[in-house]
């Protein structure tokens, strides 16, 4: 079965960076997109970065753009999110997802296509 375990997560000023770890068992045999969503409190659970497994192909959130970057390290089995910049509106839990079913679009949510990660706390201070 399709197991994530995130990493990485912690407590930074703004300006800062942190790099949060996904290691996954659902890699490029298994899944079509892997990424990262986020969700604070209050908030609905959004798309932040994610990357099709085919071909590379990225997306990223308008929010993100240019201080965010999602890399996939094959022999590691490990999915990555370097975020630069950091803000205190980056603050939320992070979440890895991959998603196995062909034709998905990200930042939908996956529904039952979708492994999820347990988690990362990202707290960000002005």
């Known amino acids: 079965q399709v197991q994530l375990v995130e990493s990485g997560g912690g407590s930074v000023q703004a300006g800062g960076s942190l790099r949060l770890s996904c290691a996954t068992s659902?890699?490029?045999?298994?899944?079509?997109?892997l990424g990262w969503f986020r969700q604070s409190p209050g908030k609905e659970r959004e798309g932040v970065a994610g990357?099709?497994?085919?071909?590379?192909?990225?997306y990223y959130a308008d929010s993100v753009k240019g201080r965010f970057t999602i890399s996939i390290d094959n022999a590691k089995k490990t999915l990555y999110l370097d975020m630069d910049s950091l803000k205190p509106e980056d603050t939320a839990v992070y979440y890895c997802v991959a998603v196995t079913a062909p034709g998905y679009t990200f930042p939908d949510l996956p529904g039952r296509f979708g492994a999820w990660g347990q988690g990362t706390q990202v707290t960000v201070s002005s």
């Open positions: 990357i099709y497994t085919g071909g590379g192909t990225t």
């Open positions: 659902a890699f490029t045999r298994t899944a079509y997109c």
